[in-house]
C-alpha cells in the first residue's frame, strides 16, 4: 500500500491563481517527519519544508503555505499567486521515526505535475 | 561549497553491459541513498547507507549493486540482470538516521539510456 498518496496527478493553472497540492499519508508510527520536495525541469529535487508529526502548526514562507492535519494524516501544500517558475512536479514525502533498520528512508508520493501558464 | 556530484549526467549503454554511476557528497553525511525515477512512478528506493561499509536493500535492488568504502561515495553499478535499466537515477544524502531530522539532499542526477 502507499505510504504517501498524492491524488492529483498534474494541475494546471493560469499565472496569480493559487493552487493547493494534497497530500495524504499512512503510518503506525507516534513519531514521524513530513516533507515536500521540488522538482525543476533540471531534475534535482529541492528542500521545501519539513515537519515533525508533533507540530501541527500551519507554517508560512513567503507565497508558499502548509497545513498539517493529523485528523486526516493531510499535509497540503499551497502556493499563493502562482508563477511560472512554480512550475514542476512536486513530491510529498514520509520518514517513519521507529522502524529499525530502515530509520532514516524516506517514502515518497508518485508527484503532481504544476504547470503554470502566463 | 558543500554538496551532492553525480556524474555522469547523461550515460548511454549497450543492453548486456554493466555500468557505473558516480555519486560523491562533500557534505560530510553518514547515510547516502540511491533512487530510481520513471515517468509516474514518483522515486523508488534502491539502495542506502547508514554507514561506511554498511549498504541495506530497498524496494528495487534487484539488478543494482552498491559499495560503500568511502564516506563520501557511493557508486551505484546497473547490472545487465536489471531488466529495464532507462531511467533517472538520483543520489541523495542525509546527516544520519540516527538524528531527529532526516532531511535529504539530492544530487543532479544520472539519466541512463540503454540503446
Known amino acids: 500500500a502507499q505510504k504517501v498518496t498524492q491524488a492529483q496527478t498534474e494541475i494546471s493553472v493560469v499565472e496569480k491563481e493559487d493552487v493547493t497540492l494534497d497530500c495524504v499519508y499512512e503510518?503506525?508510527?507516534?513519531?514521524?517527519?513530513l516533507f515536500w520536495y521540488k522538482q525543476p525541469p533540471s531534475g534535482e529535487l529541492v528542500f521545501l519544508i519539513r515537519?515533525?508529526?508533533?507540530?501541527?502548526q500551519n507554517e508560512i514562507s513567503g507565497r508558499y503555505s502548509w497545513n498539517f492535519q493529523k485528523s486526516t494524516s493531510s499535509f497540503n501544500f499551497t502556493i499563493t499567486a502562482s508563477q511560472v517558475v512554480d512550475s514542476a512536479v512536486y513530491f510529498c514525502?514520509?520518514?517513519?521515526?521507529?522502524?529499525?533498520?530502515?530509520?532514516?528512508?524516506?517514502?515518497f508520493g508518485r508527484g503532481t505535475q504544476l504547470t503554470v501558464w502566463p | 561549497d558543500g554538496g551532492i556530484t553525480q556524474s555522469p549526467k547523461y550515460l548511454f549503454r549497450k543492453e548486456g553491459q554493466n555500468v557505473t554511476l558516480s555519486c560523491e557528497q562533500n557534505?560530510?553525511?553518514?547515510?547516502m541513498y540511491w533512487y530510481r525515477q520513471d515517468p509516474g512512478q514518483g522515486l523508488r528506493l534502491i539502495y542506502y547507507?547508514?554507514?561506511?561499509?554498511?549498504?541495506q536493500k530497498g524496494d528495487i535492488a534487484e539488478g543494482y549493486s552498491v559499495s560503500r568504502e568511502k564516506k563520501e561515495s557511493f557508486p551505484l553499478t546497473v547490472t545487465s540482470a536489471q531488466k529495464n535499466p532507462t531511467a533517472f537515477y538520483l543520489c541523495?544524502?542525509?546527516?544520519?538516521?540516527?538524528?531527529?531530522?532526516?532531511?535529504?539532499?539530492f544530487g543532479p542526477g544520472t539519466r541512463l539510456t540503454v540503446l
Open positions: 514525502a514520509l520518514s517513519e521515526r521507529n522502524r529499525g533498520s530502515t530509520l532514516g528512508r524516506l517514502y
Open positions: 515537519r515533525n508529526s508533533f507540530d501541527e
Open positions: 503510518t503506525r508510527d507516534t513519531t514521524y517527519y
Open positions: 541523495a544524502s542525509s546527516l544520519g538516521t540516527s538524528g531527529s531530522w532526516n532531511e535529504q539532499f
Open positions: 557534505l560530510n553525511h553518514d547515510a
Open positions: 547507507s547508514q554507514i561506511v561499509n554498511d549498504f
